[in-house]
């Protein structure tokens, strides 16, 4: 069974630095792109970043510079570090795993349950 | 980036009826090497994380009950709920994965009943 579990969320103020990461579980880790998407209080989703099985990785242009996703696959797991953090970073952010073996550009089958970020003096 | 549009923002149906949801996007995710639309459909229930209902436009995720379809190709998709059942109460997402940076979703259609 294919488990991601999210932990790392909390309260930060502005300008803070926050660590996010996804423990994978049920699948061959290394074999598919792993992605965070938020989405901020009753709003709706927001891919944020991506990273592929090479390790290659995408961001969107609102956290560019300040976020950076990262794997390690010995651990079976991903991370977000979140630098420089703004209020509108306040959100839900989802760990979500690639549907196809080995593809970057590939829909996203399983999500995990999520870990809130709130940004907030 | 590829812009993704729906409509309607939101709609009320009936019990039984049939639910229409449009998902426009900027420029085409028909990928012709392959024949591919890079466009999926999400519900999201409250208090839940999205799940995939529907890939390549038109291909229903395993488990997905068969009232569910989507069609179109290029630039103009449609999800179709085909008889509401009570359970598929929820915000519906498009999603094209045809590009990087990371693929982006519509903003949301949430289907109540009537």
């Known amino acids: 069974e294919v488990q991601l579990l999210e932990s790392g969320g909390g309260l930060v103020q502005p300008g803070g630095s926050l660590r996010l990461s996804c423990a994978a579980s049920?699948?061959?880790?290394?074999?598919?792109?792993m992605s965070w998407v938020r989405q901020a209080p009753g709003k709706g989703l927001e891919r944020v970043s991506l990273?592929?099985?090479?390790?290659?990785?995408y961001y969107a242009d609102s956290v560019k510079g300040r976020l950076t996703i990262s794997r390690d696959n010995s651990k079976n797991t991903l991370y977000l570090q979140m630098n420089s953090l703004r209020a509108e970073d306040t959100a839900v952010y989802y760990c979500?795993?690639?549907?196809?073996?080995?593809?970057?550009?590939?829909?996203?089958?399983?999500w995990g349950q999520g870990t809130l970020v709130t940004v907030s003096s | 980036d590829i812009v993704m549009t729906q409509s309607p923002d939101s709609l009320a149906v009936s019990l039984g009826e049939r639910a229409t949801i449009n998902c426009k996007s900027s420029?085409?995710?028909?990928?012709?090497?392959?024949?591919?639309?890079?466009l999926a459909w999400y519900q999201q229930k409250p208090g839940q994380p999205p799940k995939l209902l529907i890939y390549?436009?038109?291909t229903r995720e395993s488990g997905v009950p068969d009232r569910f379809s989507g069609s179109g190709s290029g630039t103009d998709f449609t999800l179709t709920i085909s008889s509401l059942q009570a359970e598929d109460v929820a915000v519906y997402y498009c999603?094209?994965?045809?590009?990087?940076?990371?693929?982006?979703f519509g903003q949301g259609t949430t289907v109540e009943i009537k």
């Open positions: 049920g699948f061959t880790f290394s074999n598919y792109a």
């Open positions: 420029q085409s995710v028909l990928y012709r090497s392959n024949n591919k639309n890079y």
């Open positions: 999603q094209q994965y045809y590009s990087t940076p990371p693929g982006t």
């Open positions: 990273i592929s099985v090479t390790s290659s990785t």
């Open positions: 390549w436009a038109s």
């Open positions: 979500a795993k690639g549907d196809e073996e080995m593809a970057t550009l590939t829909p996203l089958n399983y």
